[in-house]
């Protein structure tokens, strides 16, 4: 494939010429004689005025551009106060161990300069050892470390070790890469410094907070969110910048027998033909990925062109390397040595390396499918031409809404402004995991409202739990000795799974429970470092997958489903021909199957189901939109069984959902793995009449919920606007899997459900079917209404199937269905408060609306039926041998 073929646009961003200034006045005598000794005469205009806006004491966030020199700017004033007084401690905070090590090395020619006895510096991580961990408690001025450690080291201790010490004299908080501090993990950032300031207060100090971040639409309100102080922003940027070129490619159409546009060649296989020519051509290069999937499906494809179509074949195999989460941190240290050295030529990566981790130089960047924010598009072509030399960054336009709309008006991307980071940081569940991390820092009191706003209804909950005690007006924890090792700061979810080389027991990686469930369940290709692995068993109770090599030609794609029940709506509104609430769900997430795609061409080779569905369920946030009726009436007359009777067919529901979907991203700026879309589960019934409302949740992947979907509530019209124009504004004819998500579902169909939102427009005609279109939804097993006649095939099947409480529900003899309510009939009491319990009566409603077409809600009520009579001898005899036995 010739790529030239394949460039639709090309733009270059001239030179950019430094604007320097003179040294502050300020600026002591010391700092610039070592300035000077290292060439430096002046700063950029930017340094200058942050060391200014520092020494007057200010809270700043720098927004400059990648490559900047943001490190010099918060490092001045932070060295010259260590300088006039040895005391001062300042903390700088990353976001990853390699970029904390990567930038300890840029401080290095100031230690050795000023001499150890005048400014002391250290990583401390995880990876510390314990005498290098003591002396820069007892003697470092700059502590390099993450979140991580301030959380589980630094607070908890802050009465031992000589961290009262470093807090009683902290007097700076450094941030750097401010802007990947969003979602969860953001939001935990703000509640650690929520504690941070209780505990500085204790000791009497208040530092002040740098922050550098790439460039996003509210940096100063993220910096006050996370930080909670008052913020300004330093963003003209004197650096100077090399000529820059952009190239945009589109891969080519797919094209069925019928001649329609169903698609294009893949993102990733266009990567994998354009690195072989890099590496032949002595370039050094970062290809983006957006997933570890995606990472050594490129490696991959990569190294077989090389090794293949390559004059000097195999020996360039080597040249390339992943780099992504899921690495060990010694794989990834190897990785960068070896590309600042020229061992390799380049590498294939997620966002990971969108932070400033010196690799080397870098000439060349790959943006494999649009990363979907313009910071990230930024952050990562910025990795290229940091050593003033010319450089290239191609972005592979993907099949997908974004990607589609850039193909057509790809001076968006360069003129358009950048996005908004957001947190929540008053997430119960995050917030109350910080809370008791905080009592066991220093006893709460009821000042701690103003950090904590939820403390009231928090306090009583913990004492019932016996995890505080109230004495004198505080409140002292009493609950296991270690709270702040309770949670993750990355997510919300505690729950870790391992991966197992069983040929070996060595371990291949980690992550959280729903990415198991879609990456590792059984069945599933785990691909590492190019790699592949079969997994043959995911054992959920030990939360540990095993998996044996693997060289067949294809990887895996999980297929799953989402049950959304309504706890409670907290607001509403009617908008045009729709009602719109927001409030709380329960979500039940279920991957069920999988599907097997064949390398380099991405053929489907067919679908495997699971012995036993993986279901994970939480509480969480949404935004529902009332669908029209009419638009239910005809989606719903389009629907068809496949012929097993498995599949749904001609699904415009979901082409619905794509499209919002998508107009939502653009909307709040949030990425695929922050938001889900899906229909209410009565909207795919076939046979008879639903009188249930049909509602699309736009809910929170998040326990809790962090904020996105509210911003939903608020954005309705313009998510509704951008969802029509996104449609109409495809060039496929029919529709496609950019604008629709299927080139099989009919787009005039989904565009006139979209209108449909707004005002009543007539249907269309000349409707496209197609009479094999298999969706991934699995049709509903049993009906809900027939469950009273059918209760012991359905409880039987639910045996057979291994779901969890399969086998009480056979012991209910049956069951009573009236509207919405399904009354079971017990036989003991004590069952009725087992199946009452929350958990388990949550459990009971998604296992029936699983597998049954439930209403969206559902009630469970219990009677019990000859419960006395019937057990009284059972009851006699069992105290009758408990009785014997404790004899």
């Known amino acids: 494939m010739n790529i030239s073929d394949l460039i639709i646009y090309k733009k270059e961003i001239p030179k950019r010429e430094a604007i320097y200034v003179d040294f502050p006045r300020n600026l002591s005598e010391e700092l610039v004689k070592y300035l000077s000794e290292k060439g430096i005469e002046k700063l950029y205009c930017h340094q200058a005025e942050m060391f200014e806006k520092a020494e007057e004491s200010k809270n700043i966030v720098i927004t400059t551009s ?187 159409k797919l094209v069925g027998a019928d001649k329609r546009y169903y698609g294009q060649v893949q993102s990733t296989s266009i990567a994998a033909d354009l690195i072989p020519n890099l590496v032949e051509m002595g370039n050094t290069f970062i290809a983006f990925t957006k997933s570890r999937r995606n990472v050594e499906v490129v490696l991959k494809e990569a190294r077989d062109k090389l090794e293949t179509e390559s004059f000097f074949g195999e020996a360039l195999t080597d040249k390339i390397s992943g780099y992504r989460g899921g690495y060990t941190p010694l794989e990834r240290k190897e990785i960068e040595n070896k590309m600042i050295k020229g061992a390799l030529s380049g590498l294939v990566s997620t966002n990971a390396l969108e932070l400033g981790i010196d690799i080397g130089k870098i000439d060349t960047t790959i943006i494999v499918g649009y990363p979907g924010t313009r910071a990230s598009f930024w952050q990562q072509t910025g990795r290229a031409g940091r050593s003033g030399t010319e450089c290239t960054n191609y972005l592979i336009l993907d099949n997908l809404p974004f990607d589609q709309y850039i193909g057509v008006n790809p001076n968006w991307l360069f003129k358009g402004g950048s996005e908004n980071a957001v947190i929540d940081k008053n997430n119960l569940l995050i917030e109350l ?127 799953d489903n989402t049950n959304i029940r309504i706890i409670q709506g907290s607001k509403d509104i009617d908008y045009k021909r729709t009602k719109i609430t927001f409030g709380d769900v329960n979500v039940d997430q279920i991957v069920y199957m999988y599907k097997k795609l064949q390398f380099h061409n991405h053929q489907n080779l067919g679908f495997e189901q699971l012995e036993k569905p993986l279901s994970k369920d939480f509480e969480t946030e949404s935004t529902w939109f009332r669908i029209p009726s009419n638009v239910v009436k005809v989606y719903r007359r389009m629907l068809q069984e496949s012929e097993n009777g498995k599949f749904i067919r001609n699904n ?39 009188e249930d409302d049909v509602y699309m949740f736009v809910y929170d992947k998040y326990v809790g919920g962090l904020g996105y979907s509210e911003k939903v509530f ?126 388990n009566r949550k459990s009971i409603i998604n296992i029936i609306q699983f597998h049954t077409d439930a209403p969206l809600r559902i009630e469970i009520r219990t009677e019990i039926e000859n419960s006395e009579d019937s057990r009284e001898d059972i009851k006699n005899k069992l105290n009758r041998r408990y009785k014997n036995l404790m004899e």
């Open 433 to 559: 995991s910080h809370i008791r991390a905080a009592a066991a820092e220093i006893p709460l009191t009821l000042d701690d409202i103003s950090l904590f706003p939820d403390l009231g209804e928090t306090i009583p909950v913990l004492i019932r739990a016996k995890e505080l005690t109230s004495e004198n007006g505080k409140f002292i924890w009493c609950g296991n000795s270690f709270p702040a090792g309770d949670f993750s700061l990355r997510n919300i979810d505690k729950a870790r799974y391992k991966l197992i080389n069983k040929e070996n027991n060595k371990e291949i990686t980690e992550m959280d429970e729903m990415q198991a469930f879609r990456e590792i369940h059984t069945g599933a290709i785990y691909m590492h470092d190019g790699v592949q692995y079969q997994v043959i068993k995911l054992d959920t109770e030990s939360k540990t997958a095993f998996a044996i090599p693997f060289s067949g030609n294809y990887y895996t794609m999980p297929g």
């Open 66 to 252: 990648t490559a900047s020199g943001k490190t010099l700017s918060f490092l001045l004033p932070v060295i010259q106060e260590i300088l006039s007084n040895p005391l001062a401690r300042a903390i700088f905070i990353y976001p990853t161990k390699a970029l904390s090590s990567d930038q300890y090395r840029a401080i290095l020619p100031y230690l050795e300069y000023f001499g150890e006895n005048r400014i002391s510096a250290g990583v401390y991580d995880g990876d510390t050892p314990t005498n290098e961990r003591s002396r820069i408690r007892k003697s470092a001025n700059i502590i390099l470390t993450n979140p991580e450690m301030v959380n589980s080291a630094f607070l908890p201790n802050h009465s031992k070790f000589g961290f009262d010490f470093i807090l009683s004299n902290l007097k700076y908080v450094v941030i750097d890469e401010l802007h990947t501090y969003r979602g969860a993990f953001g939001s935990h950032l703000a509640n650690v410094f929520r504690r941070l300031k209780r505990v500085c207060k204790y000791y009497k100090s208040s530092p002040q907070y740098l922050c550098s971040s790439a460039t996003i639409a509210n940096p100063t309100e993220l910096a006050k969110e996370i930080c909670g102080e008052k913020f300004i922003q330093i963003s003209k940027d004197g650096s100077p910048s090399s000529k820059r070129k952009y190239v945009l490619l589109q891969p080519p």
């Open 714 to 839: 608020d954005l309705t019209n313009i998510i509704i606007d951008n969802a029509i124009s996104m449609v109409s504004g495809c060039k496929c004819r029919d529709g496609c899997a950019a604008c629709i998500g299927d080139y099989k579902l009919d787009k005039a169909m989904v565009l006139w459900g979209l209108e449909n939102f707004l005002k009543e427009v007539e249907v269309p005609k000349n409707i496209k079917l197609v009479e094999y279109a298999p969706r991934t939804f699995i049709k509903k097993s049993f009906s809900f209404n027939e469950l009273q006649n059918k209760w012991k095939e359905f409880c039987d099947y639910i045996k057979e199937n291994g779901d969890a409480f399969g086998a009480f529900l056979t012991t209910i003899p049956r069951v009573e269905i009236e509207g919405n309510v399904i009354t079971l009939i017990l036989n003991s009491p004590f069952y009725r408060e087992w199946v009452m319990e929350e958990n």
């Open 652 to 690: 415009h529901f979901e082409g619905l959902c794509f499209a919002i979907k998508n107009a939502t991203m653009m909307a709040t700026m949030t990425e695929n793995e922050d938001i889900g879309v899906t229909m209410s589960n009565n909207s795919v019934e076939i046979s008879g009449s639903f």
